[in-house]
């Protein structure tokens, strides 16, 4: 797909890799538009194509009793408002088919999680509301598998297909990222995005909270750049410590504009 089919992505012909950047889940408004406002003027300083990202419900958690989110309706508002605001793209994950036609008509990007990216009849009902649809590589899956999740969303009738990758099961607790399936997933004619913050969980932690390694996410992203993938996926925080959801691999607020400008350092020397 071409970036100029995603509705109101700015810079899309600027040459930058794009961005998916927001907190994990949607706390409130408040957090959502400050984080938003944030990241939107550094892109547009650095000419990078921005899509505010941001769960509206975490469906998958270790714990019952953790975080799942503030309400699907406010949350999806919420996106909605920031989208409207800004002018900005905005996605969430999709958990059921239900869901799908739901949540498109709040959102721009439809993202479908990498433990459901098998799932036949939620690719369907994602393509079939005719959204930007991001399919995340399952954990347990090789790139060369993805190409069979793409097609799914394709032969539904949407060539608008994102495919991200976010790192493979190594043992129990671990994941670990194999540059080698970025290009392999751009042979298939589709946008490739790198998450450089759930690539680094530690999942599987006798806390029954996942882990993480935030301290890599700079070194994580400036080798995907290198290696040429078309998009990151960074979760970000203003105080990570204190999120609902996700905390121990977010990247602090703060941190993100020096990052981003390496980066673009990065892209333009290998251009």
Excluded: W
């Excluded at 650095?46 to 941001?54: A, D, R, V």
């Excluded at 769960?55 to 958690?61: H, I």
């Excluded at 993202?111 to 098998?118: G, H, K, Y």
């Excluded at 105080?239 to 905390?247: F, N, Q, R």
């Amino acid at each position: 797909m071409d970036l100029h089919q995603i509705p109101r992505l700015r810079h899309h012909d600027s040459g930058n890799f794009f961005l998916i950047a927001g907190p994990c889940a949607i706390e409130g408004e408040e957090m959502a538009m400050e984080i938003a406002e944030a990241v939107s003027k550094i892109c547009d300083r650095l000419s990078i194509p921005y899509i505010f990202k941001g769960s509206y419900r975490k469906a998958n958690r270790s714990r019952i009793d953790s975080f799942t989110g503030i309400g699907d309706e406010k949350a999806l508002k919420i996106l909605q408002k920031v989208g409207e605001t800004f002018n900005l793209p905005v996605t969430t994950d999709i958990h059921t088919e239900e869901e799908a036609a739901m949540a498109a008509e709040y959102v721009d990007v439809l993202q479908i999680p990498a433990f459901l990216c098998r799932q036949t009849s939620l690719l369907v009902a994602a393509a079939q509301t005719g959204k930007v649809v991001n399919v995340k590589k399952g954990q347990f899956l090789s790139p060369e598998a993805m190409k069979f999740a793409m097609d799914k969303v394709i032969e539904s009738g949407n060539d608008k297909v994102l495919l991200t990758e976010r790192g493979t099961t190594f043992g129990y607790q671990d994941l670990v990222i194999d540059y080698r399936g970025l290009p392999t997933m751009q042979s298939f004619g589709a946008k490739v995005v790198l998450d450089c913050t759930h690539s680094l969980q530690q999942p599987n932690q006798a806390s029954g909270v996942t882990g993480g390694r935030p301290a890599l996410i700079g070194a994580v992203a400036r080798a995907g750049i290198a290696v040429g993938v078309d998009g990151l996926f960074i979760e970000t925080h203003p105080e990570p410590a204190k999120a609902k959801s996700d905390g121990a691999n977010m990247l602090p607020l703060d941190r993100l504009e020096p990052l981003l400008e390496n980066l673009v350092k990065i892209r333009s020397a290998i251009q």
